[in-house]
């Protein structure tokens, strides 16, 4: 297949989601065409490279446009000309609305959104569409794909869209789609939860992946210094990261953490840092590019990840990339990339005494970081390179639009 393809997630690009613009670019460099989508705009917070500034330049935005009254009566119209399409997805918007009439509204904002959405891949000759993200994005695509015809998959993340999967309808979108790309085992195994046993062929495996030649594991040297990046909200369980260095304050003076990211927990977390007496330990640096994250990594002795819930975090591929040991949790997919004692320490989540000491430990031994850079880089070069995995990914999108055989798991 060489396209085009429209791209949809809610927003795009985001400096939280640079994996969705890693394969999108990948499978550009595969010939591909590759249009983007978005529900909503992103805000200028997020625009924080050259790359998200000109892909934020090309992308179709949903919800702008379903805001125009006359663009989306215009809209309406044209795809009335096939009205079995239409009041089928009208259909489909009634039987897969959660109950209360809250959620209902919703589904008709949904539903106005999937009508320009439809018109647009049709004006401009989409001929799959792809989902990021099973939330109400996927909501869009799925009734989009009903209204045009045009058929859709979607890559299934999590966690969060396992904690509400009967309001997200995840039966349905799963049992609509070509295909799902999963990225994980445990993200595919919740998927054959939700779904009939007849679609698990269609749950196949994709990981996120990094360009592993965009990082250099380069010697570290100076006084211990850790990183975190992620988005400063609950799920990322920094104040137990805070926690744990108020243990170590005391017998690792010259300790620096850096924090990459914002969110909305970020000015109670700046508070608890002032509170724990860590104003000159922590620095809150806000949102980086792909460029600056990576020059980070180059000066960091590890990176830190104390989450509650997450898939399979592409920072942790990023900093394994660079040669830098992790610590992180133990939570869904994590050990699928991390392996204990190897590339990094797993904690159980929420344990700062346990965070506490696997920093102790990979700060007390250079020897030891230095082995489990090469080990990590290793397992991230071998399965979490991205053009392998959008290799794949194009891979599937032709068999399917073929119809061909369904490949296994796994390439």
Same mark, same amino acid.
């Given at each position: ?6 791209? /949809? ?17 990948? /499978? ?87 009508? @320009? ?8 000759? @989409? ?9 109400? $994005? ?9 209204? $045009? ?21 995840? !039966?349905?979108? &799963?049992a609509r789609a070509r295909f799902v790309?999963?990225i994980s085992e445990f993200c595919r195994?919740?998927?054959? &939860? ?32 850790l990183t975190f990046v992620g988005r ?13 260095? $108020? ?27 002032? !509170? ?30 104390? $989450? ?38 797993? @904690? ?31 397992? @991230? ?14 891979? /599937? ?15």
């Open positions: 297949m060489t396209g085009p393809l429209l791209y /949809l997630t809610g927003e795009y690009p985001r400096a939280t989601d640079t994996f969705i613009q890693r394969e999108v670019a990948a /499978l550009r460099a595969q010939g591909i065409t590759i249009m983007t989508a978005s529900i909503r705009r992103t805000g200028p917070e997020h625009l924080v490279g050259e790359e998200q500034i000109a892909e934020a330049a090309q992308t179709f935005h949903v919800l702008e446009a379903a805001k125009h009254p006359l663009r989306l009566a215009a809209a309406k119209l044209r795809l009335l000309r096939h009205p079995g399409r239409f009041f089928r997805a009208f259909a489909l918007v009634w039987r897969t609305a959660p109950g209360g009439l809250r959620n209902w509204l919703w589904q008709m904002f949904y539903f106005a959104e999937a009508i @320009v959405l439809a018109d647009h891949m049709q004006r401009h000759g @989409v001929r799959h569409l792809h989902n990021h993200i099973a939330k109400a $994005s996927c909501t869009v695509a799925m009734l989009a794909s009903e209204l $045009s015809g045009i058929p859709y998959s979607f890559t299934l993340h999590g966690p969060d869209i396992f904690f509400a999967p009967d309001h997200w309808r995840l !039966d349905e979108k &799963i790309a999963c195994a919740q998927a054959m &939860i939700f779904s009939d046993r007849a679609l698990w062929d269609k749950l196949h495996i994709v990981h996120c992946g990094i360009d592993p030649a965009r990082y250099d594991p380069a010697p570290r040297q100076g006084p211990p210094h400063l909200a609950a799920v990322k369980g920094v104040p137990v990261l805070l926690e744990a260095l $108020s243990f170590l304050k005391g017998e690792l003076p010259r300790l620096r953490v850096t924090l990459i990211g914002d969110g909305p927990e970020r000015a109670r977390l700046e508070q608890d840092a002032a !509170d724990l007496g860590l104003r000159d330990v922590v620095d809150f640096a806000g949102y980086r590019s792909q460029s600056e994250v990576a020059r980070a990594l180059k000066v960091t002795d590890a990176l830190v990840l104390p $989450s509650f819930a997450e898939g399979v975090p592409v920072v942790l591929m990023e900093a394994m990339a660079a040669g830098r040991p992790v610590i992180t949790t133990g939570v869904a997919g994590v050990s699928e990339l991390v392996e204990h004692g190897k590339s990094g320490f797993l @904690v159980p989540p929420g344990d700062a005494q346990r965070l506490a000491q696997a920093i102790r430990a990979v700060l007390a031994d250079p020897d030891r970081r230095i082995e489990m850079g090469r080990t990590g880089r290793t397992r @991230v070069v071998e399965d979490f390179d991205i053009g392998k995995e959008a290799a794949w990914l194009g891979r /599937l999108f032709e068999v399917y639009a073929d119809g061909a055989a369904h490949p296994g798991k796994r390439p």
